[in-house]
T-cell receptor
Framework: AQSVTQPDIHITVSEGASLELRCNYS??????LFWYVQSPGQGLQLLLK??????LVQGIKGFEAEFKRSQSSFNLRKPSVHWSDAAEYFC??????????FGTGTSLTVIP | EPEVTQTPSHQVTQMGQEVILRCVPI?????FYWYRQILGQKVEFLVS????????KSEIFDDQFSVERPDGSNFTLKIRSTKLEDSAMYFC????????????FGPGTRLLVL
């Protein structure tokens, strides 16, 4: 069965530091992978997605993610975090049935 | 930029009462979804809807749940007889096409069942 694991429940980084949020998935076929961000009181906003092709994908707000099939991972990165990046981040995998499977999310705190 | 909207943002209800959560998907989208997130847990798929019928549902989506597209713009989730464990954030989403098209999510309705 499809599943997504985000090992880090909560991460704290200093503003300007680099960030990596981990995501591991379990899926039998080629996965369709997404990262969403949720700010307080807001809906889930798509940061980036991977369907095929280049395994390093660029998203909005300076985020990128790398698909590594051998590690079943799709980690999200940002070279320099801004205070406005504080939010909840969700990794998701989609299947051909159009159903999304989400991870439990990682809460990011940014300290000045 | 078009967005998915949901009303109400918060709802408090008594156990056993019926609730209807409303969503207005993006206007040219054809596929609609409901998800829920119990506090502290992951976002879980409930149901997908296309062409006025359910296309897929999870085991969570039992007989107490129903969905409807009563007109050309709204998409509703009805819970017939709420239980305490229905307390959660409910997200509506829509997508333009099927199969791996990006799903756009609304801000959610926080439901509290007392």
């Amino acid at each position: 069965a499809q599943s997504v694991t985000q090992p880090d429940i909560h991460i704290t980084v200093s503003e300007g530091a680099s960030l990596e949020l981990r995501c591991n998935y379990s899926y039998g076929a080629t996965p369709y992978l997404f990262w969403y961000v949720q700010s307080p009181g807001q809906g889930l906003q798509l940061l980036l997605k991977y369907f095929s092709g280049d395994t390093l994908v660029q998203g909005i707000k300076g985020f990128e993610a790398e698909f590594k099939r051998s590690q079943s991972s799709f980690n999200l990165r940002k070279p320099s975090v801004h205070w406005s990046d504080a939010a909840e981040y969700f990794c998701a995998v989609g299947d051909t049935g159009n159903q999304f499977y989400f991870g439990t999310g990682t809460s990011l705190t940014v300290i000045p | 930029e078009p967005e998915v909207t949901q009303t109400p943002s918060h709802q408090v209800t008594q156990m056993g009462q019926e609730v209807i959560l409303r969503c207005v998907p993006i206007s040219n989208h054809l596929y609609f979804y409901w998800y829920r997130q119990i506090l502290g847990q992951k976002v879980e798929f409930l149901v997908s809807f296309y062409n006025n019928e359910i296309s897929e549902k999870s085991e969570i989506f039992d007989d107490q749940f129903s969905v409807e597209r009563p007109d050309g713009s709204n998409f509703t989730l009805k819970i017939r007889s709420t239980k305490l464990e229905d307390s959660a954030m409910y997200f509506c989403a829509s997508s333009e096409r099927l199969v791996m098209e990006t799903q756009y999510f609304g801000p959610g309705t926080r439901l509290l069942v007392l």
